[in-house]
């Protein structure tokens, strides 16, 4: 996203733990879209290291969500958003399906 996403309490410099900041996305980002949250998983994600360490392991969640009925019928795609690691981070509404695909 181009802007920053509303998750005042929720970042790790403002002390939030990954389950803290797992809850305030859910809450302040995917509530408002008619998206709920059904089940998470933390998981490691393995990062390409620098000159102190050949990898690094960073939190990760995966999550599967539901959409309620009063889900926007159309959401606007975006390209995909370059993560600081190099990855893709990209979001897809299917509203007829009530899916939502993370790539």
């Known amino acids: ?27 302040k ?8 949250l059904q089940q998470w998983a ?7 290291g620098d000159s102190n360490k050949a990898w690094y392991v960073l939190s990760d969640a995966v999550m599967v969500l539901k959409s309620s009925a009063d889900a926007p019928e159309v959401v606007e795609r975006r390209e995909p958003a370059r993560m600081p690691s190099g990855g893709v981070f990209s979001a897809v509404l299917c509203p007829q399906r009530k899916r939502v695909g993370l790539l």
């Open 1 to 27: 996203p181009k802007q920053p996403l509303p998750m005042t309490g929720g970042f790790c410099c403002q002390g939030a733990g990954f389950e803290a900041s797992l809850e305030v996305l859910a809450e």
């Open 29 to 36: 980002v995917l509530e408002p879209l008619g998206l709920h």
């Open 42 to 48: 933390k998981v490691p994600y393995l990062c390409r």
